[in-house]
T-cell receptor, first 112, second 112 residues
């Protein structure tokens, strides 16, 4: 079945450091890919998405590119802030009938 | 911006009791979902609902669980005879076309 694998956390970075959180997927079709963010004590918020190969999703300085050849959707940000501290979830939705499938989440802590 | 509303935000119940978690999806959405996140673990799919019936459910969604859309606006998850291991954050989500999920802020269920 479909699955998402993302890098284990936690990740601790200094403010203004470069962030990469790796995400790879397995799917039978051509899924849509998502990054969700969960700030402390809050629910899941859509951060960005991409619906087809080579699409780049971007929001709040975060970017991720849908790479079909490597089945990856790595999340990047050039300069993280303390306010980016959260848990980040990679997810996919097959265009067929499968519901959203999440990775295990990566906790990011940014220190000043 | 339209949002998915979940109530209550936190529910404490005694083991063996029944609980009903409530959700108001976005009004023009057609697909509804429940997910849960046990503390520190991944977000897991429970059930999807479309056209007034369950369209898919996971292994977690056994006879202890049921969903209902009683009045055309609310979408409820009922858990009968709660167990300690049902303690989790329960997220409701809705979408119009399976590519744009919107999640609620969650209900934290604590079974004591």
């Amino acid at each position: 079945g479909d699955s998402v694998t993302q890098m284990e956390g936690p990740v601790t970075l200094s403010e203004e450091a470069f962030l990469t959180i790796n995400c790879t997927y397995t799917a039978t079709g051509y899924p849509s890919l998502f990054w969700y963010v969960q700030y402390p004590g809050e629910g899941l918020q859509l951060l960005l998405k991409a619906t087809k190969a080579d699409d780049k999703g971007s929001n709040k300085g975060f970017e991720a590119t849908y790479r079909k050849e490597t089945t990856s959707f790595h999340l990047e940000k050039g300069s993280v802030q303390v306010s980016d501290s959260a848990v980040y979830f990679c997810a996919l939705s097959d265009r067929g009938n499968t519901p959203l499938v999440f990775g295990k989440g990566t906790r990011l802590s940014v220190i000043a | 911006e339209p949002e998915v509303t979940q109530t209550p935000s936190h529910q404490v119940t005694q083991m063996g009791q029944e609980v009903i978690l409530r959700c108001v999806p976005i009004s023009n959405h057609l697909y509804f979902y429940w997910y849960r996140q046990i503390l520190g673990q991944k977000v897991e799919f429970l059930v999807s609902f479309y056209n007034n019936e369950i369209s898919e459910k996971s292994e977690i969604f056994d006879d202890q669980f049921s969903v209902e859309r009683p009045d055309g606006s609310n979408f409820t998850l009922k858990i009968r005879s709660t167990k300690l291991e049902d303690s989790a954050m329960y997220f409701c989500a809705s979408s119009s076309d399976r590519s744009g999920y919107t999640f609620g802020s969650g209900t934290r269920l604590t079974v004591v």
